[in-house]
């Protein structure tokens, strides 16, 4: 393969700048090879393979929403070609037998790279350890309860320190529950318009300051997923110069929508963290900014339609996010708020994600994984989530107009999808 004449950014090398990328084997190298597919991608970007930390492919056990193969189809539409499952499938990837499932499925019809995390309790229950040295031997590259969180601190401090063991890093979902309890929304002025209960941003900032706590006392990474809160931001910032091991995530519609949006009671704007203000969001794209969030991701969440058209405190929290993700990172961080260069936004979808997970992707060296992105980060286009590749429909970005978007995945060497013609066979 011959990718010819676009800007190659590849932060983790401190590249920027237009030349001509070469793939032989499914390998990055550094000569023209013999015979090679010619991509022109003059006046485009050419990225490395755009890594995703936080997705749901909801096998095995809820197919009905989603699989490894539809999920990992809407990736690559998203210009992402490595993924990384949550572990709250059913059964629950608690267990070695069940991540090796996942594994051999990700194998036979995913189109992207799958990797899988551990959970930390058995059935995500919060009380009894998970088999941590057996699931770090069956390959897992994180541990984490999301979708809930483990209340129980001294089973958490336990967790750390048997992660750190295994150099596994662990990622949490921060919820406190006797705060969040039956909340539906963010605790504040739409909840109470609405009549619905609040969740308040407390319930979030509590965990963050534990696991600040945590890895202060045993010097092992945590990562806190979804950051929805300013409190969690401001904790984390001070945190975080004082060389506390913690990091954070930020997602689309975290930077993106407010809990007005479920003024119509539409349940695609329910979101576990909810979504919440304009002062809120003016914090996490600060954080973000500033280096205290370090990693974007989606935190792709499949459900079917029957199960979202239901009275908005029955539906579940979740929205799709793989194809629009990248769109709205550059719509808002890029465009509109001017917050980041293109080449800090690519940071925090490549070498960061890559670094925190000890993956070998996220580069464009050479001898690294031919995992490419070739994108536009100026194409303009309307988003139809009925043209998803996701078996679900519920995203709260249908009929938005967006600018930025993804033009051409291949992973390892081979084209899996381009906008032209879509996915290859």
Known sequence: MHIKGGRVIDPANGVDEVRDLFVTDGIIVEEKPDHAELIDASGKVVTPGLIDIHVHFREPGQSHKETIATG???????????????????????????????????????????????????????????????????????????????????????????????????????????????????????????????????????????????????????????????????????????????????????????????????????????????????????????????????????HAPYEKEVELDQAPFGMLGLETELAVFLEILLHQRKALSLPEIIALLTINPAKLLRLDRGTLSNGAPADITILDPGHAWTYDKNDSASLSRNSPFHGMSLRGRALVTIVGGKTVWDLESGFRS
């Open 72 to 302: 990992s189809r809407c990736a690559a539409a998203g210009g992402f070609t490595t993924v990384v499952c949550m572990p709250n499938t059913s059964p629950v990837a608690d267990s070695t037998a069940t991540i090796a499932w996942i594994q051999e499925r990700a194998a036979a019809t995913a189109c992207v790279n799958v990797f899988c995390t551990g959970a930390i309790t058995r059935g995500l229950g919060g009380e009894e350890m998970a088999p941590i040295g057996a699931l770090a031997a069956a390959g897992v590259v994180a541990l984490t309860d999301d979708g809930r969180c483990v209340q129980n601190h001294g089973v958490m401090r336990r967790a750390v320190e048997y992660a750190k063991q295994f150099g596994l890093p662990l990622m949490d979902h921060c919820q406190e529950a006797t705060l969040s309890a039956d909340g539906v929304m963010n605790e504040g002025e739409w909840s109470t318009r609405l009549g619905l209960p609040g969740w308040p941003s407390l319930a979030e900032d509590l965990i963050v300051s534990r696991n600040i706590l945590l890895a202060e006392e045993t010097g092992h990474p945590i990562h806190c997923q979804h950051i929805s809160s300013a409190r969690s931001v401001r904790l984390l910032r001070e945190a975080r110069r004082r060389g506390v091991p913690i990091t954070a995530e930020a997602c689309p519609h975290h930077i993106s929508l407010t809990d007005e949006g479920l003024k119509t009671f539409d349940s695609n704007f329910k979101v576990n963290p909810p979504l919440r203000t304009p002062a809120d969001i003016d914090e996490i794209i600060a954080g973000i900014a500033d280096g205290t969030i370090t990693i974007l991701a989606s935190d792709h969440a499949p």
